[in-house]
């Protein structure tokens, strides 16, 4: 996202300044402590046609090998190993996988389902990647969303200035 909060803008999600650092140190960090991913329809179907043959590393191995729960109502048109509907409401699928045994569950690429979370309560921590600079408009990560309060647990720092921000979500205000 960046810095002004914008992760979708005008001409489509906001991708920052790649760099080699931010593929490989903070991505490794975002997803280190991962063993499932819940995507938006429109996320899924973007990204099953493009992860499967991808070699963009370590993303690629892990978003191909990790189980893909998708919020939508229709069922899929794309295979993508590992892949499945999230049959029933979102916020009670999410609530029963936290109960299971298991590790963290990311939500990627999807900003609806996010924000679903965020203002349901479930959402435990937030990893952000913020670029350096600003969008001045477009689809904001917290539009819509009750005010929280957050902590910091980690900051990384990439050699472009992109940021990977680490925070426990605490309570609302």
Do not use: C
């Given at each position: 996202m960046?810095?002004?909060?914008?992760?979708?803008?005008?001409?489509g999600?906001?991708?920052?300044?790649?760099?080699?650092?931010?593929?490989?140190?903070?991505?490794?960090?975002?997803?280190?402590?991962?063993d499932a991913?819940?995507?938006g329809?429109?996320?899924?179907?973007?990204w099953?046609?493009?992860?499967p043959?991808?070699?963009?590393?370590?993303?690629?191995s892990?978003?191909n090998?990790v189980?893909?729960?998708?919020?939508?109502?229709?069922?899929?048109?794309?295979?993508?190993?590992?892949?499945?509907v999230?049959?029933?409401d979102?916020?009670?699928?999410?609530?029963?996988?936290?109960?299971q045994?298991g590790?963290?569950?990311?939500?990627?690429a999807?900003?609806s389902v996010?924000?679903?979370l965020?203002t349901?309560?479930?959402?435990?921590?937030?990893?952000?990647v913020?670029?350096p600079g600003?969008?001045?408009?477009g689809r904001?990560?917290?539009?819509?969303?009750?005010?929280?309060n957050?902590t910091?647990?980690?900051?990384?720092?990439?050699?472009?200035g992109n940021?990977?921000?680490?925070?426990?979500v605490?309570?609302?205000?």
């Amino acid at each position: 996202m960046t810095l002004d909060g914008v992760v979708e803008g005008i001409e489509g999600f906001f991708t920052g300044q790649a760099d080699d650092d931010l593929d490989d140190r903070l991505a490794a960090a975002v997803i280190a402590s991962q063993d499932a991913v819940i995507l938006g329809r429109r996320s899924f179907d973007l990204w099953a046609t493009f992860w499967p043959t991808a070699q963009i590393e370590p993303f690629a191995s892990f978003v191909n090998s990790v189980p893909k729960y998708v919020a939508t109502s229709t069922p899929l048109a794309t295979e993508w190993a590992g892949s499945r509907v999230i049959d029933g409401d979102l916020v009670a699928f999410v609530r029963d996988l936290k109960a299971q045994p298991g590790r963290d569950i990311g939500v990627h690429a999807s900003i609806s389902v996010a924000q679903a979370l965020l203002t349901a309560g479930v959402v435990d921590e937030l990893r952000l990647v913020v670029a350096p600079g600003t969008a001045g408009a477009g689809r904001r990560l917290l539009d819509g969303v009750p005010p929280v309060n957050l902590t910091l647990l980690a900051g990384l720092t990439s050699s472009t200035g992109n940021l990977l921000l680490h925070y426990r979500v605490d309570e609302r205000r």
